[in-house]
């Protein structure tokens, strides 16, 4: 079973809708990523959260909004979204702890999320 | 800049047989490198990693990798392949980022058919 959750796994939204992805973990991870993922494509990183601070954004449109209120909880915030933004949106979540993180990540099973 | 590659993008197999899956990667430093699995509308699993140390590293459901720098390859191996395998492969290496956190680049992965 997965430890990261995300939801919705399902969200359908219109080009002028403001909604939210959340995403939350319980293993004590400090850095908490955002993963893009197209049909027959592999995942592409948006963004990067270490110690609930922005670590990298990959030059996301600004139409996508992230936010990490506290450790174990990171938030994508859409608005005004295109129909090209439909994608399977993976969370993940790694341990993190000066100079010896471990890697690996952790996936959430994603947010299916089509725009129309 | 980082790089993996997959050169086969579908593979088929029969239930009983062995199993190998290349991925050859680029990178400057020694890499952190990982294959991860994933089902039709799932997230990604981790079978297994490789950081340091031994080159022939075990992963979860009966899979193996071997790291060969000579070669910069790190394919993925399973003796016996079960139906219950078929599933995309996605393998993927990583660095850490100075920020915080790990920025993993994934190769365009692998498509497993098992036939009965």
């Known amino acids: 079973d997965t430890e990261v959750t995300q939801t919705p796994k399902h969200l359908v939204m219109g080009m002028t809708n403001k909604k939210s992805l959340k995403c939350e973990q319980h293993?004590?991870?400090?850095?908490m990523y955002w993963y893009k993922q197209k049909a027959k494509k592999p995942p592409e990183l948006m963004f990067v959260?270490?110690?609930?601070?922005?670590?990298i954004n990959e030059s996301v449109p600004s139409r996508f909004s992230p936010e990490c209120p506290n450790s174990s909880l990171l938030n994508l915030h859409l608005h005004a979204l295109q129909p090209e933004d439909s994608a399977l949106y993976l969370c993940?979540?790694?341990?993190?702890?000066?100079?010896?993180?471990?890697?690996?990540?952790?996936f959430g099973e994603g947010s299916r999320l089509t725009v129309l | 800049a980082q790089s993996v590659t997959q050169p086969d993008i579908h593979i088929t197999v029969s239930e009983g047989a062995s199993l190998e899956l290349r991925c050859n990667y680029s990178?400057?430093?020694?890499?952190?490198l990982f294959w991860y699995v994933q089902s039709p509308g799932q997230g990604l699993q981790l079978l297994l990693k490789?950081?340091?140390?031994?080159?022939l590293v075990q992963g979860i459901k009966g899979f193996e990798a071997e790291f060969k720098r000579s070669q910069s390859s790190f394919n993925l191996r399973k003796p016996s392949v079960h139906w219950s395998d078929a599933a995309e492969y996605f393998c993927?290496?990583?660095?850490?980022?100075?920020?915080?956190?790990?920025?993993?680049?994934f190769g365009t992965g692998t498509q497993l058919k098992v036939e009965l």
């Open positions: 993940a979540s790694s341990q993190e702890w000066r100079g010896q993180s471990t890697g690996e990540l952790f």
């Open positions: 293993m004590g991870h400090r850095a």
């Open positions: 959260y270490s110690y609930e601070k922005l670590s």
């Open positions: 990178y400057g430093a020694t890499p952190y």
């Open positions: 490789y950081f340091s140390g031994d080159t």
């Open positions: 993927a290496v990583g660095y850490i980022l100075t920020g915080g956190g790990n920025k993993l680049t």
